[in-house]
């Protein structure tokens, strides 16, 4: 990457980022709420880039690992509206009277907090470790990241009275001893959303122009020849999936706090694909083209299914094959195009 | 445990099995020759079973089942080929993007057949002689009930493996398909048409997809989706039975097959799923080529 195309897009994402901070005056509550929702979704869809793009890892389970952060901090929520000792409605119901023993710890905020970061990222990594440490990837990989969140999302329905069941966990009232419902509430947690947004791109930049970057990009171009090299790629590959991991997990915990939900409908096979074409579209190789992604096709999403309901699958279907077949490095391709050479395909 | 449950599981294992393999047989083919998995094809399972509807309403008599059979396989065949000559092809080389781009088809087939046959789904009416079941009253296997449309599936099944491993080992193209397996480059150098072999394998694995999917309606209901909840196993199968290898994805599909049925003696389905995901795992710690290991000097397949 040539120096002045550096300072370029950095000048580019501060702009970007005012734009974005002055985004509550302008936007109802509404569209700033569902704005706030898009961007958790675009921290996720950054870790996608550093194992896709950069790692040529595809993921087709990412949503476990945002499922994982939502959960633990949605426990965390239904825990702290609680009287000591009880336990939350839905288990009532399931004539459950005492906790799980793994729901027991989310009481305390800290806890919830180290919860939604090391939750995924280790299991992200133990999962990527096992895999890529006998050299299994490619297409093999993906196929086993999405019977990864078949079972998981299965697995959260079948546990009605541990997990809140198809239904998932809602009705949240506190955050951290605050009233999530107060007014000015849902600028401060868009604030904060925002803030995180922006350190994970500028800490994600510096990532990928390191030697950790470049080892990841001559591991996706050529393993092999890596190996040959001297290096070995497998704890490459599984700290990227690890962050990446621990990126969708924060992603999922910032989405249920704005969006008052999480249920296994977020987190099973078709939500997980969906996320890579996010990243497919805006671009697989650049980090402001997967949160442009993230950002547009929810929106696009949200227009779409509202005014044209079935239209939809059949939207986001043909996308999926004209991204792909026409334009592989998304709309970021399109526009870096002119200014330097892309990274080839691996 | 009590013995007759046990057997009962296991019969039910085995036409679990004989479903994910016919699921599977056509994802190994191509995955063997082209190195890409068809995301769409659980939807040839869908469509099959559509046919299979449509035929049956058409001409309900005992034995239309077969021609159900007959136009499950050539549409579903068709439709393949379709995908493999405007799409697959297209994406040579690029065998994640293929994933991706097949899941797209996916989607709109899905979505087509909300729109045709509506969200809820048909049921198909199975023959009389396929209503029926044995039960074993006496001696030690008493209590033992054997469906007649499991024995059914598990007769297909052991036909069409028979019938595919007699096409890969007599015919020429057969030999074609194995030489193109073996060495793709080697083979297109000595005049093999690989572009050719590829839609012919492709079309086939589709149509053995459309036959499973009569089957899948002789079971159940046949909805839009009915095809990813068989078709994410089948991709497990796949993935354990090593490259392109039919004995192969014969055994990994009779092993997963089981392991679901028989671990849901003690677990419920959804603790199964994790099971079986959990096995292939350790699995690939141990033979991670898969059951069988294509023979190689190659470093990158």
Known sequence: MSAGLKTSSTIFAALLTCLAAAAPLALSAYDLNLLARFMSFALLAMGIVLIWGYCGILSLGQGVFFGLGAYAIAMHMKLAALPQGSVPDFMMWSGRESLPWWWAPLESGLVAVIAVFVVPAVFAGLFAFLVFSRRVGGTYFALITQALALAFATLLVSRQGATGGFNGLTNFSTLFGMDINASGRDVQLYLVTLALLVLTYFGLTMLLNSRFGLLLRASRDGENRVRFLGFNPTPLKVAAFAIAGMLAGLSGALFTVHAGNISPAMVGVVPSIEMVIWVAVGGRYSLIGAIAGAIFLNFARDWISSAFPTLWLYFIGALFILTVTLLPSGLAGLVTQNLRKTPAAP | ?301
């Open chain 2, 1 to 301: 445990m009590d013995f007759a449950l046990f057997v009962n599981q296991l019969f039910n294992g085995l036409s679990v099995a004989s479903l994910y393999l016919l699921a599977a047989l056509g994802l190994s083919l191509s995955f063997g020759l082209m190195r890409v998995i068809n995301m769409a094809h659980g939807e040839m399972l869908m469509l099959g079973g559509y046919l299979a509807f449509l035929t049956l309403q058409i001409v309900p008599s005992p034995i239309s089942i077969f021609a159900a059979m007959v136009f499950a396989f050539l549409g579903a065949a068709f439709v393949g080929a379709l995908i493999q000559s405007t799409l697959v092809r297209r994406l040579t080389d690029r065998p994640l993007d293929t994933l991706l781009a097949t899941w797209g088809v996916s989607l709109i087939l899905q979505q087509l057949a909300r729109d045709v046959f509506g969200p809820i789904g048909v049921e198909v009416r199975a023959p009389d002689w396929l209503n029926q079941s044995i039960q074993i009253t006496s001696g030690f296997l008493s209590g033992v009930t054997i469906p007649s449309a499991r024995l059914f599936i598990l007769l297909v099944t052991a036909a069409v493996l028979a019938a595919l491993a007699l096409v890969i080992a007599k015919t020429r193209l057969g030999l074609l398909t194995r030489a193109t397996n073996q060495d793709r480059m080697m083979a297109a150098a000595s005049g093999i048409p690989v572009k050719r072999i590829d839609l012919i394998v492709f079309c086939l694995g589709s149509g053995i997809a459309g036959l499973a999917g009569v089957i899948l309606a002789l079971l159940g209901p046949v909805t839009p989706s009915v095809g990813q909840s068989y078709i994410v196993p089948a991709f497990l199968v796949v993935v354990m039975g090593g490259l392109g290898s039919i004995f192969g994805t014969t055994v990994s599909a009779l092993i997963l097959g089981l392991i679901s049925a028989l671990s849901q003696i003690f677990v419920d389905v959804s603790a199964a799923q994790m099971l079986i995901l959990v096995f292939v795992i350790l699995f690939l710690q141990v033979r991670p080529q898969g059951v069988v290991a294509p023979q190689s000097r190659t470093l990158d397949f």
